[in-house]
């Protein structure tokens, strides 16, 4: 199992101005010499996660106190030269929100050089509520996507004459990168899901597919992700094409873990602040899922506690547990909550752990990314067994 | 035209008619002179009261918008000019002659688009608080953005009507599946520039057509002085404020609207006389 690190870099001095945390709230509330000062713990604790045996994942918002990455390739870009060993994964970059796709290539292509190839880029859909910063029209957006998609994989890995594009969304005279990446004939692709048709799309196309904070939806995501994969490749899908997202607070002492949790709950509880005529500009959906929202009123999309029942809207940190958002405790007791949820959707081979999260501050993040990558990382290799492959040929 | 069987959430007297490709929900109503009635962001659902007065002495035909109610969205329609154009052949596949052509809100935008192309079928226009020209300048916003609005709030001020409370959740799915489409539509034709077509406000010079621009005076979303702004853009066009009235003049004064519609209409035969 592959851990990687995760933040989503908040400037959580603004979680005390009521209101909405995102679209709306005045940038006068953003101190920049303190937000410089955070970005840098934060960078900081990337460096340190690098140190430990992690591997990184960046994401990326706009107009929001919840997230101060505002491009995934900047903030990579830092590290690329940071850090040593981790992998760096975009996840991701909003293509359909993005003006013009050539220069995600471009972006791509050069943190790919400067960190000799770890770059791996994750290209995402992204949040119903980003385009309302990007102006990009929410009606046919995932046409808009995947033009987006297929003109940056040309890019990435044209190995003829410099080319032109003239599509529904995009026109280029002439593209080549300058540089072109190291990895061949692209870095690593992942999309994210959660649905199992988003999954069945992405296991066509072979790409990791990733589940953020779905508790059991994870096991039909990744149930139609192996389905669709054995399908469409003739061999079962390897645990590496699967990734899951939670929160992570670990402590030698169970107390010090749940007070931990407790700090980093305020992601989920700034996350959800955002006022409702932006959570889905109407075309973003599909009509049929909108008449499907609309019929099932709001609690139809909540996660679910193991007993079926929606999470309520101020779950405790146990109940984030139960419904497998959070991994919370002792090194023993967060790898079996992590092994019971592996088992229960099914398996999968790259955690994405938010080991710092809402206010949760550097010294206690620190203390978390060392004590899991010292007892409970090498455990995980346990869990996840990379070579399906192996085994499938051995039976044929 | 073929009648097919009406389905929850659509009018009496709704056909579907085939133009080109595009199958069109079409409402017919009444006998008389022809009238092209535009409904705009909510639907020709939303039109039902003043439909049945023009009807009265007209023959009212009022289109859904493709995207909008039950007709096609052709994959190739992003823009206002699309439906216009459309719309032109729409007349010539029915060969109406002397048309009144009346829009509100977007579908003025519709109708304005339509005067500046082609008025060769078109006798009089009535541009109800249309769209169209530009609705801000740089950090001045003059027509109130109802994508930054929540949907409680957009209805209210929509209107000065009071707005009847509904649970959506209880509604028919025909009923749901309109309202979907019609603001998924609304959003393709009007999301980015807001509201606008950039370059109409260049072409308004050509329009022809005796035109009488009507507006709420109590419009919150596009107010009266937009409203003056767009009227003295259209050569010899009449403005007329109707008094305790909103954005959807269909709404809030369909009685005032139908007698300026009808008074206009006489002056016009008048004066051509």
């Known amino acids: 199992m ?175 990168l300058w540089p072109r990446p190291i990895q061949q004939p692209m870095p690593p692709i992942w999309m994210t899901a959660s649905s199992a048709g988003s999954a069945a799309q992405q296991a066509k196309l072979g790409y990791v597919c990733a589940t953020f904070l779905s508790g059991a939806v994870a096991r039909s995501v990744f149930a139609s992700y192996r389905k669709t994969y054995q399908e469409t490749h003739g061999r079962p899908a390897s645990d590496d094409r699967l990734g899951y997202l939670g929160l992570v607070s670990v402590a030698n002492d169970r107390e010090t873990a749940f007070q931990r949790a407790e700090q980093m709950k305020a ?45 309520p809207s101020n779950p405790t940190i146990d109940q984030y547990i139960d419904a497998g958002l ?17 088992a229960e959707v099914g398996g999968f081979g790259n955690l994405l752990m938010m080991g710092q999260a809402g206010t949760l501050g550097h010294a206690e993040t620190v203390e978390n990314l060392t004590l899991f990558s010292r007892e409970v990382m090498p455990r995980l290799a346990e869990l996840s067994v990379d070579t399906p492959d192996i085994r499938y040929e051995a039976f044929a | 035209m073929n009648s097919e069987a009406t389905n929850a959430g659509t009018l009496s007297g709704t056909h579907f008619v085939h133009v080109g490709d595009v199958r069109l929900e079409l409402l ?129 001020k929509s209107q000065v009507t009071p707005v009847p409370s509904h649970d959506l959740a209880t509604l028919p799915e025909e009923v749901l599946e309109r309202k979907v489409r019609n603001a998924e539509a609304t959003m393709l034709y009007g999301w980015s520039p807001y509201m606008c077509n950039p370059k109409l406000r260049h072409r308004l010079h050509r329009v022809t057509t005796p035109t009488l621009v009507l507006w709420g005076e109590e419009d919150a979303i596009a107010p009266l002085d937009f409203g003056r702004d767009y009227a003295a853009l259209i050569p010899q066009a009449v403005f007329e404020a109707i008094p305790n009235c909103g954005h959807r003049i269909y709404v809030d004064s369909p009685e005032a609207a139908a007698r300026s519609i009808d008074s206009f209409a006489q002056r016009a035969v008048a004066a051509a006389a």
């Open chain 1, 2 to 176: 592959k851990v990687w690190q995760f933040s989503e870099q908040a400037y959580h001095p603004a979680f005390e101005v009521p209101g909405p945390m995102r679209i709306t709230l005045p940038q006068h509330h953003c101190d920049p010499v303190e937000a410089g000062r955070l970005i840098n713990r934060y960078l900081d604790e990337y460096v340190l996660a690098d140190e430990l045996g992690y591997n990184i994942m960046i994401n990326e918002h706009h107009a929001a106190a919840t997230c101060m990455s505002t491009s995934c390739m900047t903030t990579l870009a830092i590290l690329a030269r940071q850090t040593k060993r981790a992998r760096l994964l975009a996840l991701g970059i909003p293509i359909g929100n993005r003006a013009n796709p050539v220069r995600v290539a471009e972006e791509i292509a050069m943190a790919d050089v400067i960190s000799n190839g770890r770059l791996e880029v994750g290209l995402v859909k992204g949040a119903a509520y980003e385009v309302f910063m990007s102006n990009r029209q929410p009606v046919r957006f995932m046409d808009r996507y995947w033009e987006a998609h297929d003109l940056i994989l040309e890019a990435l890995s044209n190995t003829g004459d410099n080319f032109s594009w003239d599509g529904e969304f995009f026109n280029y005279r002439a593209v080549g």
């Open chain 1, 267 to 311: 992601y989920f509880t700034t996350a959800a602040r955002l006022d409702p005529q932006f959570r889905n500009p109407a075309g973003f959906a599909s009509v049929k899922d909108n008449v499907r929202i609309l019929k099932a009123g709001p609690n139809a999309v909540r996660p679910r506690l193991r007993d079926g029942s929606p999470l």
């Open chain 1, 326 to 342: 959070m991994f919370v405790g002792t090194p023993d007791e967060v790898f079996e909550q992590i092994s019971r949820f592996h």
């Open chain 2, 28 to 156: 017919i109503k009444g006998e008389g002179k022809p009238v092209l009635l535009l409904h705009g962001m909510d639907g020709v659902e939303a039109l039902t009261p003043l439909i049945d007065l023009l009807a009265a002495t007209h023959k009212i035909y009022a289109p859904s918008h493709p995207g909008f109610g039950g007709s096609d969205l052709p994959r190739s329609f992003s823009t206002v000019d699309d439906i216009a154009y459309f719309y032109l052949d729409l007349l010539d596949q029915l060969d109406l002659r002397d048309v009144l052509i009346a829009g509100f809100s977007f579908g003025g935008w519709v109708a304005a688009e339509m005067l500046v192309k082609n008025s060769g079928r078109l006798a009089l226009a009535v541009l109800g608080a249309p769209f169209g020209i530009e609705t801000a300048h740089r950090t001045d916003r003059r027509v109130l953005d109802i994508f930054m609005c929540d949907g409680g709030t957009v209805e209210r």
